[in-house]
């Protein structure tokens, strides 16, 4: 059973931060990408940023803004999250992709963004 820690989340106002992290209960030399996906009310769940080694992907809604990155511990991976903006209040999901073909998910944090 894999399992995910998942922090940082919270409630902010337009234009502050937030910074989340994940730690999955994979070996390390099983993973070959981890990423970060949200999903707000009555919408479909949506890619925010994935890092495979040095390859890094972004949303288009979310560059310049966030940056994803993995952790010196390589079965983590983070999310700083700068001027956030009230589209950007979701619910925030970590995922892991293994060597095996099996994707994880976390159980998701809050992320709110509003005035």
């Known amino acids: 059973q894999v399992q995910f820690q998942e922090s940082g989340g919270g409630s902010v106002p337009p234009g502050g931060s937030l910074r989340l992290s994940c730690a999955a209960s994979?070996?390390?030399?099983?993973?070959?990408?981890m990423g970060w996906y949200r999903q707000a009310p009555g919408n479909q769940r949506e890619i925010v940023a994935t890092i495979t080694g040095p390859n890094v992907v972004y949303a288009d809604s979310v560059k310049g803004r966030f940056t994803i990155s993995r952790g010196n511990a390589k079965n983590t991976v983070n999310l700083q999250m700068n001027s956030l903006r009230p589209e950007d209040t979701a619910l925030y999901s970590c995922?892991?992709?293994?060597?095996?073909?099996?994707?994880?998910w976390g159980q998701g944090i809050q992320v709110t963004v509003s005035s």
């Open positions: 994979i070996d390390v030399w099983e993973i070959w990408t």
């Open positions: 995922h892991a992709l293994v060597s095996s073909g099996l994707g994880y």
